[in-house]
C-alpha cells in the first residue's frame, strides 16, 4: 500500500483535477491517520479472504437488454444550453495537443 | 544477430447499431455536430446506461467467429481518467470479465495458415469527436457513447503482413456478421499495435513499442515493417529500446515518438454500479450465433465450389454489398462463374468510371442474370452481351430484350454445319497454317479460329470453331 | 391552522370536497417557504408550480397525491429548474431532463414548489456543507441545532410544514437521520425499488430515493406512486408492486423483531433509553416477540471506514464529470486540464475534495485490495450477518441516533477519532439494500429523537404495518416543528 504523504496527497488531488489550500491538505492529512486507524477495524475483521467484494447488495441479476431502437434525441439547443464555451453548435476548448 | 519480431494487436471495432451502447440516442447517421446526444452522453448528472440488445448480439457473433469461449453473465466496470473527449470522467467497459476470451483466427501465410491466438473481446463506449484548430478544439459528442468492441490478440504475430492479414481477418468478420462497416479510413475499424523484438532463441520479450494512428491497412504492416527495422537498428548499434507510444506518419512512412511511456496509466477500475449483472440464457446466446449473417470463410468457400476462382472470390467479398449482389444473381444464371466475370469485368469498370458504388447501380442482380444467360443459353458472344449491359446501364428502363432488338443483335451461328461452311473456305485460303498446326505451333489455331471469326462476321460462337476446327485439322493429313 | 397542516388524508378529503383547491395549497405553501428562516430552499418554483396549480380543478377522488404540494432535494433533475445538488459547481445548471420520480409525480397531478437544500453533493450528515450555507432545525428557533442531512432542507420544509411532504435521497442515512432529528417520518425503501434515474449519484451501490412524510400513511401511499420497474434504470426492479396501505392498522401479533443490543446499550441518554424500552414493551403487549442481539462488536465498529471507503470510492468516479465544459460555471484555461482544474478547484468545497482524494486513494492500484475490495469484503460479512439476523426476525430495530440533533458547534464534518456506533449503524439498510423506516418517538428539551425498523428486502408493505402500529404507540403522526404533538410515552 502506498505510504501517505503530503506529497501522494498533493499529486492525488492534482489527478482530481483540483487542488486546495495548505490548511487544508493538513486537514486531510489527519483526516488519513483516523481514516487508517478506523480502517485497521476492518483489518481486525477475520476470513475476509472467503468473501467476495460486494457491489450489489444482494442478488439483482436480470436479463433485461434494451432493444435497438433509436429514440428522439435532444435538440442541439438542449444538448449545449448550459455548456459555458461554445462554438459552431459545438463545445469549445482549449486546443486539445495530442 | 538475427531478431525475431513479436506483435500484438488491438482493434477497436465501432458497431453499426440503431442506438447507442447505453443510451437510445441514434448511433452515427448524421454528420451534424451534436444532434444525435441523449442526456447520458452529455454526463448530465443522474443519467444512467441501460445495455443495447443489439450491441450484445453483434458481440456474441463475433466471439463466437474467434472461436471464443462467451460469457453467460455481463458484468461491466469503469476505467477512470481525465480527457477532453470523455464526458463522464470514466469509460464503462469489460475490464475483469470480457463477453470472449481464449479465442483465435487463421490467417493465410506463405506455405499455408497460422493460428493467431486472441485473448479478449468485450464491449465499450466510444468517445466524442475532437475537431482541431489552429488554437481551439471543438467538441462533438454524436459519437460519444457508439458502441464498440475490441479486440485483443495475443503476440502471435511476427511480420507487418501477418500483422496485416489478421487486421483483415478480424475486418471481414466484423462486417460480414453486420457489426461494422469496418472502414479504418472512416475510423469504424481502429488499429493500435505492440511491437517488441527479440534475439533469435531468446524467450524473454524485448522492450514494446505501443503505435497508434495507422489509418489503412496497408499502413499496418508498413508501419511494423519500419518499426522492426528501427528497433533492429537500435540494437545492432547498441542503444536499447525505449518503451514509448509512437505514432505511424503516412508521408514520411516513419514512426515518430508521440510520448514516452511512463508508470501505466492507474484507471482505477471497479466494478459499474448501476448495471447490475445481466444473465444471457443458453437460447439467447444459441440464437445470436445462429441468427448471424453468413460469414466471409463461409461464404468464399461456397464460391468456389460453385466454379469461381480464388482471385474472383477474393474481388467479390472484398465488397459485402458486391457479394450480396452477386449471391442474388447466383441462383439465376447457370454458372456463377460467368456472373462473377460480368460483375469484376464490365460492372467494377462502369462503378470506377462513373464513382459509384454498386447501392447505385441502377440494375436489379436479375437483370444482369439475364443478360448473363443470354450468353449461357441464348447464343451470344460475351462481346454481344457486354454491349447490351452497356446499353441498359444508360437507359435503365430498357428491358435487355429490347437493348438485343435494338442493337440487332443476333445470337451466334451455332450450327456444326454452317460452322463448317466458314472452316472450310479458311482452311483452303490458308494451307500454310495447316502444315504450322501439324508442327505444333499452337498459334496456329488461334490464327484460323480468328479467320473464321472474321469471315463470318464475328456470328459464330467462338468455342465451337475452336472444337470443330481441331477435330478438322486432326482429320486431315499433314 | 390551515389545510395544509393536515393529514395527507385529511386533506385528500378537503380537496375532493372541494373545500380547498390546489392553488390554495401551493400558495400556502410558497408564502411559508418564502417566510421560512431555515435556509431550506435552493429555489421556489413561483410560476410554475402556480401554473400548474391552476390547471387541477377536478380532483380525482382515487389519487391520493392530488393536487398536494411537495418539495424535491436539490439533487433530483427537473426539467427547466435549476438543479444544483448545494455546490457551486453546478451554478447555474438547468437540466433538460425530469428524473423519473419527478416525472411520476406530475402524473399524478401532486404539485412541486421548488428544490430543498442538501450538504453538498449529498455527502455530509450535518446539513451544513451546501453552498447556501447551515440549514437550520425547524424545532430549535434559535438555529443553535443542526437537523442533521444530508436532506437537510426537505426534512426542514415538512417538520416546518412548509409541505406534506419531500423527496430525499439516502446513501448512508441521509433521509433517516434528519428524520429523526426532525420528527418525521423518513422511509427508505429497498435498493432499486425506486427508479433512481435523474436523482445526481454519490455512491450508486449504497444510494435509494427516500423520502419525509409527517406520518405512516402518507409514507405508504406515496410508495405506491414512486415504486416500480424504470428501463431507464437498469438497476430498478422489476418485481410486481404492492398497495403498500394495505396492511396498515392490521394486528401485529406474532412479528418478531431484533433489537440490536450493543447500539442501544452505547446510547448514554437515559431517557432517551428509557423511552425506547417503554416503545419495545408496548409492542410486547400486542404480541410482538422482541429478542435482544449481538450483532458483532468487530463488524459494527468497521461499519464507518467500510462506508466511507465505498462511498468516497464510487463518489469520486461519479462526480468526474463536473468539470465545468457540458455544464456548470466556466472557468476558462490555457489547457484542456487547465479548463477541469479552474472549475473543480472553485467549484467544489473544501469537504468534497477530500473526500474525494480519499476516495481515489482506495482504488489506486496499489491500495485497491487492501482498501476498496477489503472494504467490500466487509460490506459482504455485514450484509450477511443482517440477512442472518432477519432469517428468524422480521425486523430490526434500534434507536435512529444516541441523542436529540447536535448543536452545531458540536459536530464536524471531519473524520473523527470518537466513534459511536449508536450515531453509525443506519448505513447498514444501505448495505443490505434493505427497506428501513425512522418514526419519532418522543422529544427531549423540545427536540425531537426517534427510532429506526429495517426490514426484509420488498417487505414494504409489512413494515409501514408495523411502522403503523408504533406511530399508534407513540402517538406522534403528524407531528410539526409548527404544531407537536403530544408523546404518548
Keep these: ?98 | 544477430m538475427n531478431f525475431e519480431a513479436v506483435i500484438g494487436l488491438e482493434i477497436h471495432v465501432e458497431m453499426r447499431t440503431k442506438s447507442k451502447m447505453f443510451s437510445a440516442a441514434p448511433d452515427g447517421f448524421s454528420h451534424d455536430p451534436n444532434t444525435e446526444i441523449a442526456p447520458l452522453d452529455m454526463a448530465f448528472p443522474g443519467t444512467m446506461p441501460v445495455v443495447n440488445k443489439q450491441a450484445v448480439i453483434n458481440a456474441i457473433r463475433v466471439a463466437n467467429a474467434l472461436h471464443m469461449t462467451i460469457d453467460h453473465t455481463l458484468y461491466f466496470d469503469r476505467k477512470n481518467y481525465f480527457y477532453s473527449d470523455l464526458p463522464k470522467g470514466f469509460q464503462i467497459t469489460q475490464q475483469a470479465r470480457p463477453i470472449g476470451k481464449d479465442g483465435y483466427v487463421m490467417i493465410k501465410v506463405p506455405g499455408g495458415e497460422k493460428k493467431i491466438r486472441i485473448e479478449r473481446i468485450h464491449m465499450e463506449e466510444d468517445t466524442c469527436k475532437q475537431e482541431h484548430f489552429m488554437d481551439y478544439t471543438l467538441l462533438d459528442y454524436n459519437r460519444a457513447g457508439v458502441p464498440l468492441v475490441e479486440i485483443v490478440s495475443l503476440p502471435d504475430l511476427r511480420n507487418g503482413t501477418e500483422a496485416m492479414e489478421y487486421a483483415e481477418a478480424i475486418r471481414n468478420i466484423v462486417v460480414y456478421s453486420g457489426t461494422s462497416d469496418g472502414k479504418m479510413e472512416e475510423g469504424s475499424l481502429r488499429c493500435d499495435t505492440n511491437v517488441s523484438i527479440r534475439p533469435c532463441g531468446q524467450e524473454e520479450f524485448g522492450t514494446k513499442v505501443e503505435i497508434k494512428n495507422i489509418n489503412s491497412f496497408k499502413n499496418i504492416e508498413a508501419a511494423i515493417d519500419y518499426e522492426i527495422d528501427r528497433q533492429s537498428r537500435l540494437l545492432l548499434s547498441g542503444d536499447p529500446v525505449v518503451q514509448e507510444t509512437r505514432r505511424y506518419d503516412e508521408a514520411s512512412g516513419k514512426t515518430i515518438r508521440m510520448r514516452l511511456k511512463s508508470d501505466a496509466v492507474d484507471y482505477k477500475y471497479f466494478c459499474e454500479p448501476n448495471i447490475t449483472p445481466i444473465k444471457l440464457s443458453d437460447e439467447f446466446v444459441d440464437e445470436a450465433i445462429k441468427t448471424c449473417p453468413e460469414l466471409y470463410d463461409a461464404k468464399e468457400k461456397r464460391y468456389l465450389m460453385a466454379g469461381l476462382s480464388q482471385s474472383d472470390a477474393d474481388i467479390l467479398l472484398s465488397d459485402p454489398e458486391m457479394a450480396a449482389y452477386f449471391e442474388e444473381g447466383m441462383p439465376l444464371v447457370k454458372a456463377p462463374k460467368d456472373l462473377a466475370n460480368f460483375l469484376i469485368v464490365e460492372i467494377n469498370s462502369y462503378l470506377n468510371k462513373e464513382t459509384k458504388a454498386i447501392a447505385e447501380l441502377p440494375l436489379k442482380p436479375a437483370t444482369l442474370a439475364e443478360i448473363v444467360m443470354m450468353q449461357e443459353t441464348g447464343g451470344l458472344s460475351h462481346k454481344q452481351c457486354a454491349d447490351i449491359l452497356a446499353k441498359v446501364l444508360l437507359n435503365p428502363q430498357l428491358s435487355p430484350e429490347k437493348a438485343k432488338e435494338e442493337l440487332h443483335i443476333v445470337a451466334q451461328v451455332s450450327d456444326s454445319g454452317a460452322i463448317m461452311g466458314f472452316i472450310n473456305a479458311v482452311l483452303a485460303a490458308n494451307p500454310q497454317s495447316i502444315v504450322d498446326f501439324k508442327a505444333g505451333k499452337d498459334r496456329a489455331l488461334g490464327f484460323l479460329v480468328g479467320q473464321v471469326m472474321k469471315a463470318s462476321h464475328g456470328k459464330v460462337n467462338p468455342a465451337e470453331v475452336s472444337r470443330l476446327l481441331k477435330e478438322e485439322l486432326d482429320k486431315r493429313q499433314s | 391552522m390551515n389545510y395544509i397542516d393536515l393529514s395527507l388524508k385529511e386533506l385528500h378529503e378537503a380537496l375532493v370536497a372541494k373545500k380547498v383547491t390546489p392553488l390554495m395549497l401551493t400558495e400556502e405553501a410558497l408564502k411559508r417557504a418564502h417566510e421560512n428562516k431555515d435556509n431550506a430552499f435552493e429555489y421556489l418554483d413561483d410560476e410554475g408550480a402556480m401554473a400548474f396549480a391552476k390547471t387541477l380543478t377536478e380532483p380525482e377522488k382515487d389519487n391520493p397525491l392530488w393536487g398536494i404540494p411537495y418539495f424535491a432535494k436539490d439533487n433530483f433533475s427537473t426539467k427547466g429548474i435549476p438543479t444544483t445538488a448545494s455546490s457551486n459547481i453546478l451554478n447555474g445548471y438547468v437540466p433538460v431532463f425530469d428524473a423519473t420520480v419527478v416525472a411520476k409525480l406530475k402524473a399524478v397531478k401532486a404539485v412541486m414548489i421548488g428544490k430543498t437544500t442538501l450538504d453538498e453533493l449529498a455527502m455530509g450528515g450535518t446539513g451544513t456543507t451546501g453552498h447556501l450555507g447551515k440549514t437550520y432545525n425547524p424545532y430549535d428557533p434559535k438555529h443553535e441545532r443542526m437537523i442533521g442531512g444530508s436532506s437537510c432542507g426537505s426534512a426542514a420544509a415538512v417538520s416546518a410544514s412548509v409541505a406534506p411532504f419531500a423527496l430525499g435521497s439516502d446513501t448512508g442515512d441521509s433521509v433517516r437521520k434528519p428524520a429523526c432529528y426532525a420528527g418525521l417520518v423518513g422511509m427508505k425503501p429497498t435498493w432499486g425499488r425506486i427508479s433512481r434515474y435523474g436523482l445526481f449519484p454519490f455512491a450508486p451501490s449504497l444510494d435509494h430515493v427516500g423520502y419525509f412524510t409527517r406520518d405512516v400513511y402518507a409514507s405508504a401511499v406515496l410508495l405506491d406512486v414512486l415504486a416500480g420497474r424504470d428501463n431507464r434504470d437498469a438497476t430498478s426492479s422489476a418485481k410486481p408492486i404492492d398497495r403498500y396501505e394495505e396492511d396498515l392498522n392490521k394486528p401485529v401479533k406474532g412479528m418478531k423483531i431484533a433489537v440490536l443490543k450493543m447500539v442501544t446499550d452505547s446510547v448514554k441518554d437515559e431517557e432517551i433509553k428509557k423511552h425506547f424500552y417503554a416503545s419495545v414493551e408496548a409492542l410486547k403487549k400486542q404480541g410482538v416477540e422482541v429478542d435482544y442481539v449481538e450483532f458483532g462488536k468487530d463488524l459494527l465498529e468497521s461499519l464507518y471506514a467500510t462506508y466511507i471507503v465505498i462511498s468516497c470510492a464510487e463518489a469520486t468516479s461519479n462526480d468526474a464529470n463536473l468539470d465545468g465544459i457540458k455544464f456548470g460555471p466556466y472557468k476558462g484555461g490555457k489547457t484542456y486540464q487547465e479548463v477541469m482544474f479552474n472549475a473543480r478547484t472553485a467549484g467544489f468545497s473544501e469537504l468534497i475534495k477530500r473526500r474525494f482524494v480519499i476516495g481515489s486513494y482506495c482504488l489506486m492500484r496499489e491500495n485497491q485490495e487492501e482498501l476498496f475490495l477489503r472494504a467490500q469484503r466487509n460490506r459482504a460479512k455485514i450484509v450477511e450477518r443482517v440477512n442472518e439476523i432477519l432469517k428468524d426476525h422480521d425486523f430490526i430495530l434500534a434507536l435512529s441516533a444516541p441523542s436529540i440533533a447536535p448543536l452545531f458547534t458540536q459536530a464536524s464534518d471531519k473524520l473523527s477519532d470518537e466513534y459511536l456506533i449508536a450515531d453509525n449503524h443506519l448505513c447498514l439498510g444501505n448495505f443490505a439494500g434493505l427497506p428501513s423506516i425512522s418514526l419519532p418517538l418522543g422529544y427531549e428539551k423540545g427536540m425531537p429523537y426517534g427510532v429506526n425498523f429495517m426490514g426484509r428486502a420488498f417487505e414494504e408493505k409489512k413494515l409501514f404495518q408495523m411502522s403503523s402500529a408504533y406511530e399508534a404507540i407513540t402517538g406522534l403522526a403528524e407531528t410539526s416543528a409548527l404544531d407537536p404533538k403530544e408523546a404518548k410515552l
Design chain 1, 1 to 98: 500500500m502506498k505510504t501517505i504523504t503530503m506529497d501522494v496527497l498533493k499529486d492525488a488531488a492534482n489527478r482530481l483535477l483540483f487542488t486546495m489550500s495548505d490548511e487544508q491538505y493538513k486537514t486531510l492529512y489527519e483526516e488519513f491517520g483516523v481514516l487508517t486507524k478506523q480502517m485497521e477495524k476492518i483489518g481486525e475483521i477475520k476470513g475476509l479472504e472467503a468473501y467476495a467484494p460486494m457491489t450489489f447488495p444482494f442478488d439483482c441479476s436480470t436479463t433485461y437488454l434494451r432493444e435497438d431502437v433509436a429514440e428522439e434525441p435532444l435538440k442541439r439547443e438542449d444538448a449545449l444550453k448550459n455548456a459555458g464555451n461554445k462554438q459552431d453548435e459545438q463545445i469549445k476548448l482549449p486546443k486539445v495537443v495530442l
